[in-house]
């Protein structure tokens, strides 16, 4: 079953859930936003009178609106069956200190007849051959369970019904039921009696997901805790907290400025997603929700890459997440650095190396740029001198491949490059390196002022990498950059040696002649930038990323109207919820691939704040 688009999501920092656009759980993940992930489907539905079931959220006679609480992760879905005139609001959130996803159910009969509603949840769990996942109900409970985790559907109402065998076999009907008690299968089915609704009666329900490490003899008292627990107020703490959050990191007082709506609703749930991607214990982010587990078409995205990291980084100290930022250097980038030195190519949010296929030099040399900037937010030395070793050894092991660069010995400069294709020397990681190594310095100048020997080396090595970048990757037939020596594509990050790492200024002779070139090959015409020429991944299409560094391009060089092009470009492809996409389909102008991808978030708020600062959103 393939889930490519989570058009929304909720979730604490230990539960993150993912929804359909008509309100179906797509995803489940505890105790961290990228591992485990629970559900492969949670469907729900009503029999009504004697209908059939009538799927909540694929039903042909349905209509549907989904908006968030304004300001929070409360996610509220309207389905209007228009058959039976039936309306159901359903809100889901997850409370700040449970392990708890709560479905709320508001159900109106507005039709002229008399209403008998039943409402079921239909669960079939992931399941493996060494992690098998079985039903068990007991105490009114559907607890599904495997040797790690258990997961548990109840409600402070009895069932009605259940069935944990052959449910593939009956849900169809709407009629469920079974002799036994705990089961071989990995989907479980219960139902609720909602009782018979009169014209324009209504009735309140919650249903309760719980995921727990405990054993499933283990969860009674839980489960009864909650049981007993006011929804309603467990739904006002949870309004109240995220409200809370989104103005206490409102730090470039955008909500009650005068700006557009849509930069509002990005901008606001930006601040409102990064928390749901990153790992409280490690401070890892994940770069997104996953979405192909499968890799049926890319090698899968909810991994903590520290390149697209420091990005993000970047983007939590502008909105004021400064303690969460010093975590992900602090705890997450010390404990997943090699003893080379370097940071492989990903990593699962805990800090446990991810399946990958190469390594990239430029993580290393951006974890070295983003712990500097860093500390120019926060200007704490002793956060440095936590983290001096960790830099010397990335510091160290950047020099190592320098020293290789330049011997032409060759032994490992091969790297992969930005987008993981090309494998080899590229200009992107160098301009990297060289803004590393000038970050090293200045890092040298606070931790140890009086010692000048290491920074004159490292003058040296930048000096050489910088002379060495000129002299190989500007072509000067074509006038332009290159972004290796082995492909002449014009490609977005050729950018990099003037933004982000600032070894040109953008009216360079280089840089000027390059933008040239971009404009005349990788810009559509709906405005958006491609990663480079004849890209084809997801049949080849705009990137948010893209059209927003070119924006930054444009800031520094001054061009305000070209940058407000490229930023309403992220404007109006953004989806319903203000969540930004990797890709953009440059017909419809919707989401393509990967829904609320953290690095574009990041590039929005990098852009918002240089606009700002440049005063050319007045």
Known sequence: MDKYFNDAVTGNGRITA???????????????????QFVEWMKMSVKVNDSLNISLHDDINNTYMQRYVPNTNVLQTEIFNTYFKLRVLQTDFVPINENLLVRNYLIKNENTED??????????????????????????????YNHDYT????????LYSYQVNNVENSIWTGNIEGKD??????????????????????????????????????????IERIKKTDVNELYTETVEYWKRFVSQHDKLSILNSRLDEKIKEIYTRTILLFPLLQNSETGGMSAGIEMDEYKTRCGRYSYCWPRDSVFITKAQDIVGMEEETTKF????????????????QRFYTDGR???????????????????????????????LMKNVTMIQKAVNYLKLYVNDLLSKENKFVKSYDLWEEYEGVSLYSLANIYCAFRAAIKLNMVILPINGKDNIELDEYSLKLRQYILENFFNEDLRTFVRNRDDMRIDISLLGPCVPFGMLEPDSREMLNTVQKMEMTIRTYTGGFLRYENDNYVGGNPWVIATLWMALYYIEA???????????????????????????????????????LSWSHSMFILVLQKLLEKGMLE
Not at 18 to 36: M, Q, V
Not at 336 to 342: A, N, V
Not at 567 to 594: C, M, R, Y
Request: glycine content about 6%; overall charge negative.
């Open 18 to 36: 993912t929804f359909s656009k008509t309100g179906e759980i797509l995803r489940f993940f505890y105790p961290y936003p990228d591992f485990r």
């Open 151 to 158: 997961f548990a559907l109840f409600s402070n109402c009895n």
């Open 353 to 383: 190396l991810a399946p990958s296929w190469g390594y990239q030099i430029d993580e290393t040399a951006a974890v070295v740029v983003g712990l500097y900037e860093h500390y120019l937010v926060i200007k704490d030395r002793d956060f």
């Open 329 to 344: 250097y602090s705890e997450f980038c010390k404990m997943t650095q090699s003893d080379s030195g370097r940071w492989e």
């Open 181 to 222: 008690y705990i089961g071989l299968s990995n989907e479980s089915a219960i139902s609720y009696d909602m009782g018979v609704l009169h014209p324009n009666d209504e009735v309140r329900f919650s249903l309760f997901i719980m995921a727990s490490k405990e054993d499933e003899n283990k969860l009674d008292e839980q």
């Open 115 to 144: 209403l008998n509603v039943k409402l079921l949840a239909d669960s079939k769990l992931l399941t493996d051959i060494n992690n098998d996942t079985s039903g068990f109900v007991k105490n009114n409970c559907l607890i599904q």
């Open 558 to 596: 001054g061009r305000k109207d070209d940058a407000l092009e490229c930023f309403n470009f992220a404007l109006k492809t953004s989806s319903d919820h203000g969540f930004l996409a990797e890709q953009i389909d440059n017909v419809t102008l919707k989401p393509k691939w990967v829904i609320g």
